[in-house]
């Protein structure tokens, strides 16, 4: 899903409401655009598809496009998908996020890893997070073949699930094991009446 950014002065605010309806909606498209490619610049052959050199005029009069020829195309301010300031990684995340990387039992897809542990801790605190974990790693239940990546278990705020549930193949198996250690015991102790009793 992308996010698109529309002042919140748009289109009734200064600088907005003096436009003509067809003006808004090319001005609109062009944020659109730039929300759906990630970009602040819509080429200029984009851009002529859906709008008028009338209707680009305007919009750069009115300080609300800039027309470059290098690269060539407009620049959409106020639109598009608003920038996420880049954070970095505290030296006390990124040993808390190893710790926690060493107890993981699968060991893939370390950066989206990184990220999603960065977000799991706005929602849980770190030892918390580390015994639910610990839960997880060490359930005699848990396949490694069915165990997600760590990112997805982190999204998906999977330390809130239940313990794995007893495996019923293991399960079987073991009743089995255990009726037949059963019947051999009574075989053997009906074999030893018949020598307890003597001869007939």
């Not at 020829?69 to 106020?78: E, K, L, N, Q, R």
């Not at 006390?92 to 999603?116: I, L, M, N, T, Y």
């Not at 794995?164 to 255990?178: E, F, G, I, K, L």
Request: hydrophobic share 40%; net charge positive.
């Amino acid at each position: 899903m992308t996010l698109v950014h529309i002042p919140d002065n748009f289109p009734d605010g200064p600088g907005f409401s003096e436009l003509e309806r067809g003006h808004q909606y090319s001005l609109l498209l062009g944020w659109l655009y730039c929300a759906r490619y990630d970009t602040t610049i819509v080429p200029s052959g984009i851009w002529a598809s859906f709008t008028s050199e009338v209707t680009s005029g305007v919009l750069e009069r009115a300080g609300l496009i800039e027309i470059r020829s290098t690269p060539a195309g407009i620049v959409c301010h106020g639109g598009g998908k608003p920038k996420r300031p880049h954070r970095a990684v505290a030296p006390h995340d990124s040993a808390r996020f190893e710790a926690w990387w060493s107890v993981w039992p699968r060991k893939q897809a370390k950066r989206a890893a990184q990220q999603a542990f960065a977000k799991a801790l706005t929602k849980i605190g770190f030892d918390d997070l580390m015994a639910a974990t610990h839960r997880f790693a060490d359930d005699p239940n848990r396949e490694d073949r069915y165990t997600p990546h760590p990112a997805t278990w982190l999204n998906g705020e999977r330390w809130l699930d239940a313990p794995q549930p007893a495996d019923p193949r293991s399960t079987n198996a073991t009743a089995r094991v255990s009726a037949t250690v059963e019947l051999g015991r009574r075989l053997a102790a009906a074999q030893q009446l018949p020598a307890l009793r003597g001869p007939r």
